[in-house]
């Protein structure tokens, strides 16, 4: 199995900052990442599919780079509705996706 | 964009059965591929099964292989989790969700606001 692991488990960081959560793949796993936001009580959204292309809807300050093992998030500009958990999901071994652990960013 | 809505959740005991469904709107159920997602508290996201358009083939995680069956009825636009032989370890709030891709390659672009299952007694 392709474990998948997050970091920071958690952080803080203000309104404007820019913020950086960073996934790392067991294995290769190609352009096959994606990245969701989910807050409390609500459906997890989609915000970036293969590594890099923006969801349709999601605001541009979400940026998604990486390849083989190693990927980032980038949020330019946090903004209050930001303040969230974010989880990579891999998909190289679809249909059988493994999700990491979760990054949770917190108001400083 | 389309529209899921779980029900059919609650409390069961463990060793327990329970159906989940899930009514889809605004996207073409027939052709989409679908998921079920389950987060357990104060846990992260765990996918559980995984189902195709025509519902010909699915897939399941090994902690409920054997348990677990989903289903499909195109007819009604509804996804169906039949949860058997429940543990205390399934209490989680459950998710549908749509392949953004038939193949699941791009990830779940349409995600339902859950059901919460409780497995005690």
């Known amino acids: 199995d392709i474990q998948m692991t997050q970091s920071p488990s958690s952080l803080s960081a203000s309104v404007g900052d820019r913020v950086t959560i960073t996934c790392r793949a067991s294995q290769s796993i190609s352009y096959f990442l994606n990245w969701y936001q989910h807050k409390p009580g609500k459906a997890p959204k989609l915000l970036i599919y293969s590594t890099s292309s923006l969801q349709s809807g999601a605001p541009s300050r979400f940026s998604g780079s990486g390849s083989g093992t190693d990927f980032t998030l980038t949020i330019t500009g946090l903004q209050a509705e930001d303040f969230a958990t974010y989880y990579c999901q891999q998909s190289y071994t679809t249909p059988r996706p493994t999700f990491g652990g979760g990054t949770k960013v917190e108001i400083k | ?121």
């Open chain 2, 1 to 121: 964009e389309g529209q899921l809505l779980e029900s059919g959740g609650g409390l069961v005991q463990p060793g327990g059965s329970l159906r989940l469904s899930c009514a889809a709107s605004g996207f073409t159920f027939d052709s989409s591929a679908m998921s079920w997602v389950r987060q357990a508290p104060g846990k992260g996201l765990e996918w559980v099964s995984s189902i195709k358009s025509s519902g010909e083939s699915t897939y399941y995680a090994e902690s409920v292989n054997g348990r677990f069956n989903i289903s499909r009825d195109n007819s009604k636009n509804t996804l169906f989790l039949q949860m058997n032989s429940l543990r205390a370890e399934d209490t989680a709030t459950y998710y549908c969700a749509k392949a953004k891709d038939v193949i699941y390659l791009y990830g779940l672009d349409v995600w339902g606001q859950g059901t919460t299952v409780t497995v005690s007694s």
